[in-house]
T-cell receptor, first 113, second 114 residues
Framework: DTEVTQTPKHLVMGMTNKKSLKCEQH?????MYWYKQKAKKPPELMFV???????INESVPSRFSPECPNSSLLNLHLHALQPEDSALYLC????????????FGSGTRLTVV | QQQVKQSPQSLIVQKGGISIINCAYE??????FPWYQQFPGKGPALLIA?????SEKKEGRFTISFNKSAKQFSLHIMDSQPGDSATYFC?????????????FGAGTQVVVTP
C-alpha cells in the first residue's frame, strides 16, 4: 500500500462548526504532515508529527488542532474557522527525517462559509 | 523569504515540444531536490528527484539537470503531451532538517496544446 488516504474529499463548514479531517497511511512511515495549499500557491507546512509526537507547529492558529492517535492516523480538528481558511488541506507521510520519500494524499477541499 | 526560486510562473508548449522549468536556491546545505507534479484537485506527486553529487538524472521523458556551482537545477519535459498539463513544483530539503521540511518553489503551470 503506497497511498495516503484523506477523508472527506470535500467539506463545507460554517464559521461556528466543528469538523475533523482524517488521514491514514499504511506504509510504515513514522513522520506525518499537514499542509495547507491556496490556489496557485505551493503547499505551506502546518504541522509535523514524528513518532506520533508533535514536532513542528508552524505558528498555526489554535482553531486548527492536530492529533496523531497512532502511527497510521493523523487528524486535523477544525473549530471557529474563518473564510480565509478555505483551502486544500494536504496530508503527507515520509520515513522520519530528511524530506525524502514524501507521499501526499489527494487532499480535502475545505470551504468555510 | 522564499528559499527556492522557480521560473517561469507559467508556460505553454505545443505537443511534442520541450518544457523547461528552472529553479535556484541559496542554501548550500540543501542536499535533496525533488520535483512534484500536481493536477487540479489532487495532491502533489513525486515526479523525479536528484542529489547534488549527480549532474543529471533521467526518467522516461523527464530529466533533471543540476548545476551545483550555480546553485540551479531544472526540469526538462521532452516530447510534451497534453497529459503533462499540470503544475510543477521544485523543492529542496536538507539532512539537518530532522523532520523533513521541504522548501517549495512557487510553482509553474504548464499547458501543453494539442
Amino acid at each position: 500500500d503506497t497511498e495516503v488516504t484523506q477523508t472527506p474529499k470535500h467539506l463545507v463548514m460554517g464559521m461556528t462548526n466543528k469538523k475533523s479531517l482524517k488521514c491514514e497511511q499504511h506504509m510504515g512511515h513514522r513522520a506525518m504532515y499537514w499542509y495547507k495549499q491556496k490556489a496557485k500557491k505551493p503547499p505551506e507546512l502546518m504541522f509535523v508529527y514524528s513518532y506520533e509526537k508533535l514536532s513542528i507547529n508552524e505558528s498555526v492558529p489554535s482553531r486548527f488542532s492536530p492529533e496523531c492517535p497512532n502511527s497510521s492516523l493523523l487528524n486535523l480538528h477544525l473549530h471557529a474557522l474563518q473564510p480565509e481558511d478555505s483551502a486544500l488541506y494536504l496530508c503527507a507521510s515520509s520515513p522520519v527525517g530528511q524530506g525524502r520519500g514524501y507521499t501526499f494524499g489527494s487532499g480535502t477541499r475545505l470551504t468555510v462559509v | 523569504q522564499q528559499q527556492v526560486k522557480q521560473s517561469p510562473q507559467s508556460l505553454i508548449v505545443q505537443k511534442g515540444g520541450i518544457s523547461i522549468i528552472n529553479c535556484a536556491y541559496e542554501n548550500t546545505a540543501f542536499d535533496y531536490f525533488p520535483w512534484y507534479q500536481q493536477f487540479p484537485g489532487k495532491g502533489p506527486a513525486l515526479l523525479i528527484a536528484i542529489r547534488p553529487d549527480v549532474s543529471e538524472k533521467k526518467e522516461g521523458r523527464f530529466t533533471i539537470s543540476f548545476n551545483k556551482s550555480a546553485k540551479q537545477f531544472s526540469l526538462h519535459i521532452m516530447d510534451s503531451q497534453p497529459g503533462d498539463s499540470a503544475t510543477y513544483f521544485c523543492a529542496a530539503s536538507k539532512a539537518t532538517d530532522s523532520w523533513g521540511k521541504l522548501q517549495f518553489g512557487a510553482g509553474t503551470q504548464v499547458v501543453v496544446t494539442p
